[in-house]
T-cell receptor
Framework: QKEVEQNSGPLSVPEGAIASLNCTYS??????FFWYRQYSGKSPELIMS????GDKEDGRFTAQLNKASQYVSLLIRDSQPSDSATYLC?????????????FGRGTSLIVHP | GAVVSQHPSRVICKSGTSVKIECRSL??????MFWYRQFPKQSLMLMAT?????????EQGVEKDKFLINHASLTLSTLTVTSAHPEDSSFYIC??????????FGPGTRLTVL
């Protein structure tokens, strides 16, 4: 089982709709969860972090965490064509007193007008 | 969020030459930085973890003698690709780790080896 799993997509949604991106992770002791956005040809950009169960909202973005189910999701409300990008889920894995960055393969989102 | 710069943004070099890429955290001190490589339409691949004042930790399959990493200060890490060959052509990205384990990425360096 991969440490962090995401559906590679592409996920295609119409402009104005809600885009739902999902991620599961394997290490139960993980405490920190991140979503990054990567436009084609660019480096990733941190858009959301979440550390406790429940929802965290920031503008049009909502991160949802369920540690019991080892599941973290990202909702994008009122999707815009400019949201079209690859979204990376990251769950740092404890290792030898430090943390190893662990990314999913990313979900490609396409928002069509 | 924190700002991380990378230089150069793009480099073209001849096969056999060495290329140095600098990564700087501009507004915070980063004890840990990471170096990634990304081929077109592929996932991010972690190459190594760069720790200030100590040797880098390389991921399996990454040649430490080919990809030299130096993290001499809390704001600067460098990656040197030695004796570069066309197969080393890729997008190299650094990141600095924040106190809550978040990562702030540099803009990346696109390396083309002729």
């Amino acid at each position: 089982q991969k440490e962090v799993e995401q559906n590679s997509g592409p996920l295609s949604v119409p402009e104005g709709a809600i885009a739902s991106l999902n991620c599961t992770y394997s290490d139960r002791v993980s405490q920190s969860f991140f979503w990054y956005r990567q436009y084609s040809g660019k480096s990733p950009e941190l858009i959301m972090s979440i550390y406790s169960n429940g929802d965290k909202e920031d503008g049009r973005f909502t991160a949802q965490l369920n540690k019991a189910s080892q599941y973290v999701s990202l909702l994008i409300r009122d999707s815009q064509p400019s949201d079209s990008a690859t979204y990376l889920c990251a769950v740092p894995r404890p290792s030898g007193g430090s943390y190893i960055p662990t990314f999913g393969r990313g979900t490609s989102l396409i928002v069509h007008p | 969020g924190a700002v991380v710069s990378q230089h150069p943004s793009r480099v073209i070099c001849k096969s056999g030459t060495s290329v140095k890429i600098e990564c700087r955290s501009l507004d915070f001190q980063a004890t840990t930085m990471f170096w990634y490589r990304q081929f077109p339409k592929q996932s991010l691949m972690l190459m190594a973890t760069s720790n200030e004042g100590s040797k880098a930790t390389y991921e399996q399959g990454v040649e430490k003698d080919k990809f030299l990493i130096n993290h001499a200060s809390l704001t600067l890490s460098t990656l040197t690709v030695t004796s570069a060959h066309p197969e080393d052509s890729s997008f190299y990205i650094c990141s600095a780790r924040g106190v809550k384990l978040e990562q702030f990425f540099g803009p990346g360096t696109r390396l083309t080896v002729l």
